[in-house]
């Protein structure tokens, strides 16, 4: 089993900045895509960013530009700068892992999700 921890979130004023970070741990064996989806009030789950293992990012259109993922191979952890944030921002963000077994078995785990509001 991987357990993933985020930290961050809070409430910010439009026009302000964030961070977010995401960590697993547990039984690893080699964790490849991590990342952040979102889910707001009354809407589904989307993703907001990944990144692969060798450091290659990919972000929703909705965040180009604003947010930045990086990651720390070595401590299994991964960063979600989030600047210039806009009211529809505002959503409960989850940290996910996409882990492999020694078997080569994919496992998907993800975090609790931790609260993100932009208001004035």
């Known amino acids: 089993q991987v357990q993933l921890v985020e930290y961050g979130g809070g409430l910010v004023e439009p026009g302000g900045s964030l961070s977010l970070s995401c960590t697993a741990s547990g039984s690893i064996f080699r964790i490849e895509n991590m990342g952040w989806y979102r889910q707001g009030p009354g809407e589904q789950r989307e993703l907001v960013a990944f990144?692969?293992?060798?450091?290659?990012?990919d972000y929703a259109d909705s965040v180009k530009g604003r947010f930045t993922l990086s990651r720390d191979n070595a401590k299994n952890t991964v960063y979600l700068q989030m600047n210039n944030l806009k009211p529809e921002d505002t959503a409960v963000y989850f940290c996910?892992?996409?882990?492999?077994?020694?078997?080569?078995?994919?496992?998907?785990?993800w975090g609790q999700g931790t609260q993100v509001a932009v208001s004035s």
């Open positions: 990144i692969t293992k060798s450091g290659n990012t």
């Open positions: 996910y892992a996409v882990h492999f077994t020694s078997r080569n078995e994919v496992e998907n785990y």
